[in-house]
């Protein structure tokens, strides 16, 4: 099953803090944060491994509630080059096969 | 640092053409990933290899078919195109004996359109 992101879509003004939320039905062993611009690849922005584990890169950091199995990115005063759409996916297992969430478009404005 | 190479970068076939996209991994990697983005959707998985052989496999059509060879590069062949196949095609290595091998990179992609 998919994860589930909310919101789909979200328009911040620069300096602006932003939270995209990613939620499984199945039980989640690794969550992976991407962005992506449009018509190019998904950068890869962190990984989470553990459930509770938080971590950060640069402004952007993440959440990993295992138990609850969501996974929370959290992006502080945003930047115009946030903007883009971000997808968590959920990976792990035998082949680590990423699933990718349903997508939240962030567009920053200044 | 190198990154993963996509060719071609754009594609245009007509229906029921065959197209070959090749995928040349970071140096080291040995797992290629296959994903297909439809317009405005999110990336799908197709198929994985492991070391040459196939590891997973996802919604990957029937016409399709894909292996990595003893280089690691990887092709995915694609015959009897239709309309729906027409999506970005990413193509993503890692390196399974790594610390960080559950990290993929994502090559630029190939976009390919039928017509």
């Known amino acids: 099953q998919q994860p589930v992101q909310s919101p789909q879509a979200v328009i911040l003004r620069e300096g602006e803090d932003a939270v995209i939320n990613c939620s499984s039905s199945?039980?989640?062993?690794?969550v992976h944060w991407y962005r992506q611009k449009h018509g190019e690849a998904p950068v890869f922005l962190m990984i989470?491994?553990?459930?509770?584990e938080q971590k950060g890169h640069e402004k952007i950091s993440a959440s990993f509630n295992e138990k609850k199995q969501q996974s929370s990115l959290y992006l502080t005063a945003s930047q115009l080059s946030y903007s883009g759409t971000y997808f968590c996916?959920?990976?792990?297992?035998?082949?680590?096969?990423?699933?990718f969430g349903t997508g939240t478009l962030l567009a920053v404005q200044p | 640092a190198a990154g993963v190479i996509q060719s071609p970068r754009h594609l245009i076939k007509e229906k029921r053409e065959t197209a070959t996209l090749k995928c040349y991994p970071i140096?080291?990697?040995?797992?290629v990933y296959w994903y297909q983005q439809g317009p405005g959707q999110d990336p799908q998985f197709l198929i994985s290899?492991?070391?040459?052989?196939?590891?997973d496999k996802g919604s990957i059509p029937d016409r399709f078919s894909a292996q990595q060879f003893s280089d690691y590069h990887s092709e995915l062949n694609m015959s009897s195109l239709e309309l729906g196949d027409s999506a970005l095609y990413f193509c993503?290595?890692?390196?399974?004996?790594?610390?960080?091998?559950?990290?993929?990179?994502f090559g630029p992609g190939t976009r390919l359109t039928v017509l």
């Open positions: 993503a290595s890692s390196f399974y004996l790594s610390p960080r091998a559950l990290e993929q990179f």
């Open positions: 199945k039980a989640l062993y690794s």
């Open positions: 989470l491994l553990k459930g509770g």
């Open positions: 996916g959920t990976g792990g297992g035998a082949t680590n096969k990423l699933i």
């Open positions: 140096p080291r990697h040995d797992t």
């Open positions: 290899f492991y070391e040459k052989m196939q590891s």
